[in-house]
């Protein structure tokens, strides 16, 4: 309920504060468990990419948001998962596992903080994901100024196929190279 407010909400002033363009949306999957991975600019990146998506985004979110009692509420009621990216918890891969295993979609911005310009490393943690819950990767690319009336396209990506890789024993570095692969495939996404 409270997900489908916020959405709402967001959807109206998306109309008035900002000029979105959206591209790619019949990219998005309609059933079934995904991984969706985008770059991340700003803090409202994951709000506009789920207006977009009919179904509820579990986002992984940093802890440092849940300090504030009341952001707290809001990000427990949205179904977020509360992520320590210096320790990331058993409790934290349980339930982004879960919300996978549940045919669910997993909202990951594998930078792990907002990039503005130079591209900085993913982190390895979602490809894990996908590939222990059998999930494709929805690449998503957010660019333009999130500012008052400027322009912001959002480009949804193919669902991208780890299938090649299920049921194999993959070291660290090849893991690491199939998410630089995939971040490179949301940046050169137009």
């Given at each position: 309920?409270?997900?489908?407010?916020?959405?709402?909400?967001?959807?109206?002033?998306?109309?008035?504060?900002?000029?979105?363009?959206?591209?790619?949306?019949?990219?998005?999957?309609?059933?079934?468990?995904?991984?969706?991975?985008?770059?991340?600019?700003?803090?409202?990146?994951?709000?506009?990419?789920?207006?977009?998506?009919?179904?509820?985004?579990?986002?992984?979110?940093?802890?440092?948001?849940?300090?504030?009692?009341?952001?707290?509420?809001?990000?427990?009621?949205?179904?977020?998962i509360p992520v320590d990216?210096?320790?990331?918890?058993?409790?934290?891969?349980?339930?982004?596992?879960?919300?996978?295993?549940?045919?669910?979609?997993?909202?990951?911005?594998?930078?792990?903080?907002?990039?503005?310009?130079?591209?900085?490393?993913?982190?390895?943690?979602?490809?894990?994901?996908?590939?222990?819950?059998?999930?494709?990767?929805?690449?998503?690319?957010?660019?333009?100024?999130?500012?008052?009336?400027?322009?912001?396209?959002?480009?949804?990506?193919?669902?991208?196929?780890?299938?090649?890789?299920?049921?194999?024993?993959?070291?660290?570095?090849?893991?690491?190279?199939?998410?630089?692969?995939?971040?490179?495939?949301?940046?050169?996404?137009?």
């Amino acid at each position: 309920m409270v997900y489908r407010f916020c959405r709402a909400l967001v959807s109206i002033i998306n109309i008035i504060w900002f000029n979105f363009t959206f591209y790619g949306k019949e990219n998005i999957p309609d059933q079934g468990r995904y991984v969706l991975c985008a770059n991340h600019m700003s803090l409202y990146d994951p709000v506009v990419i789920a207006t977009q998506i009919k179904r509820q985004v579990h986002y992984v979110a940093k802890i440092e948001l849940y300090k504030n009692p009341l952001l707290r509420w809001l990000m427990v009621h949205l179904g977020t998962i509360p992520v320590d990216r210096d320790n990331v918890s058993m409790h934290t891969m349980r339930e982004a596992m879960t919300v996978l295993k549940n045919d669910g979609i997993l909202g990951i911005f594998p930078e792990g903080t907002r990039v503005r310009g130079e591209r900085i490393k993913p982190m390895d943690g979602f490809v894990v994901f996908a590939l222990k819950t059998k999930s494709p990767v929805l690449p998503v690319h957010v660019r333009g100024e999130f500012k008052f009336r400027g322009k912001v396209d959002v480009i949804f990506g193919k669902p991208i196929d780890l299938s090649e890789y299920y049921g194999k024993k993959l070291k660290a570095e090849e893991i690491s190279k199939i998410s630089e692969k995939i971040m490179d495939n949301i940046y050169d996404l137009h």
